[in-house]
């Protein structure tokens, strides 16, 4: 069983920066991809980032993208999310996946954190 558990969120204001951390216990992760999902008020989840096992692989979604950095430490595994210009409709809560395989090409995540809040204010 694997546990992951974000930190590092809270308000800040539209500009500012944050450093999501996915830290993760119960077993090695550097086989894992791992990827970045957030949830507003009344939204769907909806996908941000991820990453591959070895980091060489990145990928985000267009809202995202100049804006947020995906990254992780094997060594600590641990996962991270910089988050920069950030706008207020980047307010939501953030959660933290890892994925062993997939499915006609679509990451199948395995294991999810409990989230951690980010909120931008204008």
């Known amino acids: 069983q694997v546990q992951l558990v974000e930190s590092g969120g809270g308000l800040v204001q539209a500009g500012g920066s944050l450093r999501l951390s996915c830290a993760a216990s119960?077993?090695?992760?550097?086989?894992?991809?791992m990827g970045w999902f957030r949830q507003a008020p009344g939204k769907e989840r909806e996908f941000v980032a991820r990453?591959?096992?070895?980091?060489?692989?990145?990928y985000y979604t267009d809202s995202v993208k100049g804006r947020f950095t995906i990254s992780r430490d094997n060594a600590k595994n641990t996962g991270y999310l910089q988050m920069n210009s950030l706008k207020p409709e980047d307010t939501a809560v953030y959660y933290c996946?890892?994925?062993?395989?997939?499915?006609?090409?679509?990451?199948?995540?395995?294991?999810w954190g409990q989230g951690t809040q980010v909120t931008v204010s204008s």
């Open positions: 996946a890892i994925s062993s395989r997939t499915v006609g090409g679509t990451w199948q995540y395995d294991y």
């Open positions: 119960g077993r090695t992760i550097s086989s894992y991809g």
């Open positions: 990453i591959s096992g070895g980091g060489g692989s990145t």
